[in-house]
T-cell receptor
Framework: GAVVSQHPSWVICKSGTSVKIECRSL??????MFWYRQFPKQSLMLMATSNEGSKATYEQGVEKDKFLINHASLTLSTLTVTSAHPEDSSFYICAPLQTKNIQYFGAGTRLSVL | GQQLNQSPQSMFIQEGEDVSMNCTSS?????WLWYKQDPGEGPVLLIALYKAGELTSNGRLTAQFGITRKDSFLNISASIPSDVGIYFCAGRFTGNQFYFGTGTSLTVIP
């Protein structure tokens, strides 16, 4: 299968700071990248879809100014949680879309905001 | 958005038993995917299905794309402790958007 690297795997930050999460597809190019959020014992909630070189499309209820997505290359996308607050604490997972219309997921980033 | 109903929500089985779970949709899909997620990890792809009626195996796992295109099934034969986790289905109609099921939590009792 395809290899996806997501970093960091766990981050703790103070309220009001910003956190950047990186997602790389190591052995394939991804024109499209999905970012998900997952709460404990719940399913995946799509936050936004980004296409390389274009602005991301955010799902209803997701603040684009708070969750900044950059998809500058076919192998790298970043999600920046700006001015993080405790309610932003969650598990964030990226999923680049491979050419066979399959999403391969990163290992996820657990964000804890104090 | 599109909601996929996945059942059962949770299962507790003895090691060696077979497992069946399914996913249903109110809309038809062109692609069905099955994932397994371990605690603290991202989902890992198990099986991808692309055609109605398609039956695909991956080791002890077998998945089927329902004839109506509104459902899919995943079976695990002779379960082992490492099968423990949460299983998600995902469906796609057209475009790049995938819709995820609510998950089936599997516990295997040694």
């Amino acid at each position: 299968g395809a290899v996806v690297s997501q970093h960091p795997s766990w981050v703790i930050c103070k309220s009001g700071t910003s956190v950047k999460i990186e997602c790389r597809s190591l052995d394939f190019q991804a024109t499209t990248m999905f970012w998900y959020r997952q709460f404990p014992k719940q399913s995946l909630m799509l936050m936004a879809t980004s296409n390389e070189g274009s602005k991301a499309t955010y799902e209803q209820g997701v603040e684009k100014d708070k969750f900044l997505i950059n998809h500058a290359s076919l192998t790298l996308s970043t999600l920046t949680v700006t001015s993080a607050h405790p309610e932003d604490s969650s598990f964030y997972i990226c999923a680049p879309l491979q050419t066979k219309n399959i999403q391969y997921f990163g290992a996820g980033t657990r964000l804890s905001v104090l | 958005g599109q909601q996929l109903n996945q059942s059962p929500q949770s299962m507790f089985i003895q090691e060696g038993e077979d497992v069946s779970m399914n996913c249903t949709s109110s809309s038809i899909f062109n692609t069905w995917l099955w994932y397994k997620q371990d605690p603290g990890e991202g989902p890992v792809l198990l099986i991808a299905l692309y055609k109605a009626g398609e039956l695909t195996s991956n080791g002890r796992l077998t998945a089927q794309f329902g004839i109506t295109r509104k459902d899919s099934f995943l079976n695990i034969s002779a379960s082992i402790p490492s099968d423990v986790g949460i299983y998600f289905c995902a469906g796609r109609f057209t475009g790049n958007q995938f819709y995820f099921g609510t998950g089936t939590s599997l516990t295997v009792i040694p």
